[in-house]
């Protein structure tokens, strides 16, 4: 199972960025998150993840998501999930990690947070 | 019984868990049980790639067999004795970034298997994962005098 990875920076909010994973972020790929996310890294402080379509996660992927949530914080940002499908859910529940976690369980509580990050980082006018 | 050999190399770790993930698939496995063959099998396979021959490199040898305990998958290789359940459990209620990174994989495998067992035979280190079986449904009680 292969990875794809769609990074799609906000419009409206600055700093702010969703990745969009699908397939399987494992020993094989997860090399491949991890370069797409380098330059992000430089860009954004906080990152929202979408894994409704990610089927699989292992110690290799994960490792890349902690590495991006510690330089996320270290940057005062931060890291969030989003549509973890239960293989996924049950991985970061076996390794303790779901407190730590930000998990957004509906639209609703996304787009809850975008609109705080926004009114933290208003848009310059374009006037 | 099925059996493949592959070079205990991380690049080969792939293959070898899809053909794991194919012979659970064969022995009638269902899907979700077979992502938890995906995921023991390449933790466990990453864990004697990593530390089984050193520089030197060696082979693993694969195995599955559907026996009376379910679905069980063996990985041997000839490297040095290594127990990866030897390793302790990283501790799950400490920050997550303070814990040893490398104890994650074994937690795995532990969690999602029923049985994991580990020997050295031979000169071999041999990892066994056991994927049980559902519970038959019980038999209908014989109706009492």
Known sequence: MALSIDVQKSADVRWTARVVLAGSLDGATAHLLEEALKPLLDSVRHIVFDLAELKFISSAGIRVLLSARKQLKAQDGSFAMKNLQPQIEKVFEIIGSLPGFQIFRSEQELDSYLAAMQRKYAAPDPS | ?145
């Open chain 2, 1 to 145: 019984m099925t059996q493949r050999r592959f070079p205990a190399v991380v690049p080969v770790v792939p293959e070898a868990v899809s053909w794991a993930v194919a012979q659970a698939d064969d022995a009638g496995l269902p899907e979700a049980r077979g992502l938890d063959v995906k995921l023991a099998v390449e933790e466990a396979l990453l864990n004697v790639c990593i530390h089984a021959y050193g520089t030197g490199g060696g082979d693993l040898t694969l195995r599955t067999e559907r026996t009376g305990e379910g679905f069980v998958v063996e990985i041997e290789d000839s490297g040095s004795p290594f127990d990866p359940l030897s390793v302790a459990a990283p501790d799950t209620s400490a920050p997550l970034e303070s814990r040893e990174v490398g104890g994650l994989g074994i937690l795995l495998v532990r969690r999602v298997t029923d049985l994991v067992r580990w020997r050295r035979e031979a000169g071999r280190n041999v990892l066994t994962l056991v994927f049980a079986s559902p519970q038959p449904p019980e038999e209908e009680a014989e109706a009492g005098p």
